[in-house]
T-cell receptor, first 113, second 115 residues
Framework: DSGVTQTPKHLITATGQRVTLRCSPRSGDLSVYWYQQSLDQGLQFLIQYYNGEERAKGNILERFSAQQFPDLHSELNLSSLELGDSALYFC????????????FGSGTQLSVL | DQQVKQNSPSLSVQEGRISILNCDYTNSMFDYFLWYKKYPAEGPTFLISISSIKDKNEDGRFTVFLNKSAKHLSLHIVPSQPGDSAVYFCAASSGTQGGSEKLVFGKGTKLTVNP
């Protein structure tokens, strides 16, 4: 158990809909990351937050947004969903976000039908 | 543009033998490398890492070798055990550019260790 909690584990929705994925980092970790893993793809970095502030953006679509709340949990919002958004979404956390290993949650499997 | 490449999607070895997983990178700014292991229905878990100031790091049955001139690293598992069967991801970051947000992953190699 990594200590990172992601909910829900599975999500099935339709095109055009909006969903919210939730992540609770390990106790004491201030930095949260979101990654997307599509079929046959590696883990694609989406966005990083540190102590409530956005620190870095990767290949995140404009239809996607995220935030980190004062209690350090994070939410990833995906809107106007398309079939191609079907993927495994991972959240990870680390203490400071400075060149250190990440601890991953078990992921949310999103299926857009 | 894939900066971290794992050219072998899968690898099969016999229990007790050595498993060698390979990874190539293109970005010469990468200076910190990690291997993650992933079981089905679980998130990746950290396995071992190496800084660019070293060429070898060992942790029990796992050893990572770094060849900076070739921009190549490898993970050796000796002896391999059936419980090692998983997908292995190579990852790299450029710490000088600050932060784990620069962690770039390969597509993974699925290792199967046969009893």
């Amino acid at each position: 158990d990594s200590g990172v909690t992601q909910t829900p584990k599975h999500l099935i929705t339709a095109t055009g809909q909006r969903v919210t994925l939730r992540c609770s980092p390990r106790s004491g970790d201030l930095s949260v990351y979101w990654y997307q893993q599509s079929l046959d793809q590696g883990l694609q970095f989406l966005i990083q937050y540190y102590n409530g502030e956005e620190r870095a953006k990767g290949n995140i679509l404009e239809r996607f947004s995220a935030q980190q709340f004062p209690d350090l949990h994070s939410e990833l919002n995906l809107s106007s969903l398309e079939l191609g958004d079907s993927a495994l979404y991972f959240c990870a956390s680390s203490v400071s976000g400075l060149n250190e290993k990440l601890f991953f949650g078990s992921g949310t499997q999103l299926s857009v039908l | 543009d894939q900066q971290v490449k794992q050219n072998s999607p899968s690898l099969s070895v016999q229990e007790g033998r050595i498993s060698i997983l390979n990874c190539d990178y293109t970005n010469s700014m990468f200076d910190y490398f990690l291997w993650y292991k992933k079981y089905p229905a679980e998130g990746p878990t950290f396995l071992i890492s190496i800084s660019s100031i070293k060429d070898k790091n060992e942790d029990g049955r796992f050893t990572v070798f770094l060849n900076k001139s070739a921009k190549h690293l490898s993970l050796h598992i000796v002896p391999s055990q059936p419980g090692d069967s998983a997908v292995y991801f190579c990852a790299a970051s450029s710490g000088t550019q600050g932060g784990s947000e620069k962690l770039v992953f390969g597509k993974g190699t699925k290792l199967t260790v046969n009893p």
